[in-house]
């Protein structure tokens, strides 16, 4: 039978410190994504965003590690490797993409909450992390203000039901993603494990080429900066600073702080587009921040 306490030695506080740290400049990146998607995705199509930030990543990515001279990862680690980009740098961001042009914000940031559950389940399991029972009541908790927020920033109710799946999918690709890197980053640095995975993304997103090109003859500047933006910041320091932390705590205590994200990206979006939330939202918001405290606590 399954413990309920973590079966995984935690970090000691001075680890946890900068390592908190590194998971709050993560979240805040990915949260100022969900204005660059917006923006970007006027002009271009799901699967060429998807192509067009992977590759300059990639590129951006290795010329750093030839500077720095990585050392390159062994055999037995590149399935592990490929797999986390196919499905976390891929495959989730052609389904998260194509489903924000199906169903409006709110409800994708409510579905695609599912993943920091899942996360904490399945390295519960695969991981042998255990199920804290502080985690899981975070998580819960967290779980509950992605719902409020969602409920309260949704346009048109549930999603249609395709939109709902392309949602759930892209939890569940970010689910396995994340505990796919956990242990590579016991081995490997996290610029590593992040430019081949990046590279392996850009690769499942090859097909899309013919698209991208027929797009950005046509394409406004405005998006193409947006492009690069989403491709160095939210994509290559975000993911560099994921994997530096996640490297440092559990992947069910970097989980849950994704929660933040929602939270975040509403408040940049009053901020700087003058996007007033909801009273509602400003509550769900309360609780994100809440559910990860209580996952962050020992």
Not at 187 to 205: D, Q, Y
Not at 265 to 294: D, N, Q, S, T
């Amino acid at each position: 039978m399954a413990t309920l306490e973590a079966t995984t030695p935690l970090p000691s506080e001075r680890v946890r410190a900068p390592a908190l740290g590194a998971a709050l400049v993560t979240v805040s990146l990915w949260a100022s994504a969900f204005v660059g998607i917006r923006s970007a995705s006027r002009q271009l199509s799901p699967e060429a965003l998807a192509l067009g930030r992977l590759t300059i990543a990639a590129v951006a990515l290795g010329l750093l590690a030839l500077i720095r001279r990585e050392p390159l990862p062994s055999r037995r680690d590149l399935p592990a490797i490929a797999f986390c980009g196919v499905a976390w740098f891929g495959l989730y961001n052609i389904a998260l993409n194509e489903a924000e042009r199906r169903v409006d914000a709110g409800t994708a940031a409510m579905l695609v909450n599912v993943g920091p559950i899942l996360i904490a389940v399945l390295a519960g399991f695969v991981l042998h992390e255990g199920f804290p029972r502080r985690l899981l009541a975070g998580c819960t908790v967290g779980f509950a203000g992605a719902v409020v927020i969602g409920s309260a920033t949704s346009k048109h109710g549930l999603a249609p039901t395709w939109a709902a799946l392309l949602c759930v999918a892209a939890a569940l690709f970010y689910a396995v993603g994340v505990v796919a890197q956990k242990p590579l980053l016991a081995r490997l640095s996290p610029l590593m494990v992040t430019w081949l995975a990046c590279t392996f993304g850009a690769l499942v997103c090859l097909p899309f080429a013919g698209t991208l090109g027929r797009e950005l003859p046509h394409t406004h500047a405005s998006a193409i900066g947006w492009m690069v933006y989403l491709a160095l910041a939210p994509m290559a320091l975000g993911f560099l600073t994921w994997g530096y932390a996640l490297a440092r705590t559990t992947a069910g205590r970097m989980g849950s702080t994704t929660y933040l994200v929602t939270p975040i990206a509403i408040l940049l979006g009053w901020l700087l587009l003058g996007e007033v939330p909801p009273a509602l939202a400003v509550a769900g918001g309360a609780l994100c921040l809440a559910g990860v405290y209580v996952a962050q606590r020992r």
